[in-house]
Structure formats: structure tokens, C-alpha cells
């Protein structure tokens, strides 16, 4: 007899993993697949990291790590919080993940009760909301477009508070949309928090690096409300080392001690080799996430000027992460032969079919209207990819 709970049951399949592998298995078939469906950097984990990881292996560092994390890792990741964001977070106040998406895990099944609510713009990256339901806690969704470049406003904010409202999650730069928060919008947004002393705020800042319009901001650096701000962050994005899964939260102490308590009888600590390259990442000189958001940028603007010329897509200009999120709507109902393009859904199985490259729902992230695709990719890859939607487009009537 199969039964499986009630609470796995509600939770939703990643969507971009999903296409991932579908990608993925049509590649095995032979299918020459260009793969935007996932938000990973196309580079390598830098050799200087990699180099660390081999002496931890050679040193013996294999044994069980500390839960929170090893003490020169939590050091490390204070001293950036400090030099690089002006946050003040001792090590005690760090946690050590299995990525920051155990990080955000951990922070949401720690702090939401059964019926909290909890404050989601929308796009929204793909597991905040299924999280959410794991803790049992009420996403409200905040719905963006693209005229106000995927931002919400502090009157959207105030009005959407509630004696429930437990939680904010703010993205920036977002995933899936790319958008960045100046220090006056977040301001504005925190000035609004902090009159409603009970509202947590999770600032997921994994996309700090990518960041095309200058030194990164974090809602975090406002004294009003900083003994509420909970930082989710690691070196996935920053430096190559998706797969090493090293993420980190950094809040309150008791916050810590508690998401401590849970990743004790979850997964213990992380990785014990990837934390010392993590600790050597972080405590670089920054030269390679610089490298890549050079890359990246060249990429974005390559990739913009291509979608102006294909109809129905219609983009803003990202400032930050390594995606775009454009509204195509105009291409519902449209058809090729008999196939009808409904929805976003309909749209990325008809892009991956005809044209071979893969790309995500908007429905995924709470728009429907819209789709997202990565630029982490080749730029030989990238205009390849572009010409295909072009073509595969220009055959809808």
C-alpha cells in the first residue's frame, strides 16, 4: 500500500528541475538541446578553490563537521557580511547549509506557524511558496509586472500586512527576473517594516555578485530593522560551485541556535571538504565573480538586442542575476497547425519541441504571462539558441 503524507502530497514538483531533465533526457536521445531552463553559472569552480579542496582531502578534514559549521568558515563569512555589506553578524549568529536552500528552509520551518502568513513578490523563485507550505504557514502573493521591472512598491507592501503576517522574502538581484533594489527602494520598503515590529525579513542576496549596476545593497543595513533581517546567501552563483552546496543564513542568535537545533536532526553539518574551499571562496580577493558578472553582463546585452526581433517576446533590460523574464501573452492563442499555444506551459513545451532549447513557465513563478530563461550559457550557445526561438516563433499563426 503507497501513502504518502499529506504534506509531500501538497508540494509541488520543481518546474525548472522538471525541464532540466526533460533537456536532459532528450540530449541522451541525441537531440542536440540547448539547455536555459536552469540558474547555474556555465564556469568552472576556480582553480585556486578547487586547489583548497584537494588539501582539505590530503589533510584528512573528513570527518563530521561542527552543525553550524567550521569555525574559520563562520569567521569568514562574518568578516564579509562586514567589509562587504556593513552587517553586523557575529559567527554564533551564522548557520552553515547544505545550500542556502536548506538555509531557507531551515529559517521558514523554524519561525512559521500553521497558518502564518508570509509575504512573497511575485515572479517568485519556484520554491519559496512550496517551502512555505512545507511549514504549514500562507504564502500572500504580491503581484509585479514588467513596467515596474518586477519591483513592488511600500504601499503594495503596507497594504498587504496583516496581524498575521509573519514574514517578508525579498530577492534582489531576483531570480526569476533579474531585478535589482536600489538603496532608496529598500529604504522605502523598510521604512514601511518597521512599523510592524513582528515582521521577519528574509533577504535571499545568492545573486549578490551578479550585479550590473554597481555595489550590492541589502535590506539589512537599516538600524530600524535589522534585528529582524535574516541574510540568506553562499557561493553557489558567486564563485562556480553550484554542486558543492554551501549556503549559510546569518540572524538573530536565538534564530541561529534554533535552525541549529533543526539541521542537528536533519543533515548535521554540511559538507566538510566544500566548506574549506567555501572558506578559502569567501576569503578571496573577489577577482572571479568579477570575471563572470563581465561575462555575464556582455551576455545580457547580446541576448536583448536578439530578442527585439522576436514578436510576441517582449523584455526589459535585467540589472542583475544571469536571467530574462519576458511577458508573451501576445503568443496565446496562436497556433502551429493544430497545436495551440495556451499558456507560458503550452509556450516552453512548444520552444523545447520545435526549437530545441529549453526554457521555464512563468507559471512556475507565480506570472503566467511570462517565461524565463537563462543567459548562463555560451555565447555561441546564446545566439544559436535565439536564432531557433526566432524561427520557432515566426511559425505560429
Known amino acids: 500500500m503507497e501513502k504518502i503524507s499529506q504534506r509531500i502530497s501538497q508540494l509541488a514538483v520543481s518546474q525548472t528541475l522538471a525541464m532540466s531533465q526533460r533537456c536532459k533526457d532528450l540530449q541522451k536521445q541525441g537531440a542536440s538541446v540547448i539547455d536555459l531552463s536552469v540558474g547555474e553559472p556555465d564556469f568552472n569552480t576556480p582553480e585556486f578553490v578547487k586547489e583548497a579542496a584537494k588539501l582539505a582531502i590530503d589533510n584528512n578534514i573528513s570527518f563530521y563537521s561542527p ?36 538555509s531557507l528552509a531551515n529559517v521558514l520551518l523554524t519561525i512559521i506557524e500553521k497558518g502564518d502568513e508570509v509575504i512573497v513578490p511575485a515572479p517568485y523563485w519556484v520554491s519559496y511558496v512550496e517551502l512555505i507550505k512545507l511549514a504549514e504557514g500562507k504564502s500572500v502573493v504580491l503581484q509585479t509586472s514588467l513596467d515596474s521591472d518586477f519591483k513592488i512598491t511600500p504601499k503594495q507592501l503596507e497594504e498587504a500586512i496583516t496581524p498575521n503576517t509573519r514574514m517578508l522574502i525579498l530577492c534582489s538581484p531576483s531570480n526569476p527576473t533579474g531585478s535589482v533594489y536600489s538603496k532608496g527602494e529598500l529604504e522605502a520598503l523598510a521604512n514601511v517594516l518597521e512599523k510592524y515590529p513582528n515582521v521577519f525579513i528574509m533577504s535571499d542576496e545568492i545573486y549578490e555578485y551578479i550585479n550590473f549596476v554597481g555595489k550590492h545593497e541589502s535590506i539589512g543595513q537599516f538600524s530600524s530593522i535589522a534585528d529582524r533581517v535574516i541574510v540568506i546567501n553562499g557561493v553557489s552563483k558567486g ?29 548535521t553539518g554540511a559538507n566538510s571538504i566544500a566548506q574549506k574551499a567555501a572558506t578559502v571562496a569567501i576569503n578571496s580577493d573577489g577577482s572571479y565573480p568579477k570575471m563572470m558578472c563581465q561575462a555575464f553582463e556582455k ?16 523584455a526589459n533590460l535585467p540589472h542583475g542575476a544571469f536571467y530574462f523574464f519576458p511577458e508573451v501573452k501576445e503568443l496565446f492563442g496562436k497556433m502551429n497547425g493544430e ?27 507565480g506570472a503566467s504571462d511570462y517565461v524565463r530563461f537563462s543567459y548562463a550559457a555560451s555565447e555561441a550557445q546564446l545566439i544559436e539558441a535565439m536564432y531557433r526561438i526566432e524561427t520557432a516563433i515566426k511559425k505560429l499563426k
Not at 68 to 92: C, M, Q, T, V
Not at 249 to 255: M, S, V
Not at 299 to 306: C, E, S
Open 67 to 102: 552543525v553550524p559549521g567550521f569555525s574559520d568558515l563562520l569567521e569568514a563569512i562574518s568578516a564579509k557580511l562586514k567589509r562587504e555589506n556593513g552587517l553586523n553578524f557575529s559567527p554564533a549568529q551564522i548557520v552553515v547549509s547544505n545550500g542556502a536552500k536548506q
Open 299 to 314: 551576455r545580457r546585452d547580446l541576448v536583448f538586442d536578439r530578442l527585439k526581433q522576436i514578436p510576441g517576446f517582449n
Open 239 to 267: 564563485y562556480a560551485m553550484t554542486g558543492w552546496r554551501i549556503g549559510y543564513c546569518a540572524g538573530p542568535l536565538w534564530l541561529a541556535k534554533a535552525c541549529n537545533k533543526l539541521q542537528g536532526q536533519m543533515t
Open 339 to 365: 497545436e495551440v499555444i495556451s499558456n507560458s506551459s503550452d509556450l516552453a513545451m512548444y520552444i523545447l519541441n520545435e526549437a530545441n532549447v529549453a526554457i521555464v513557465p512563468g507559471s512556475a513563478f
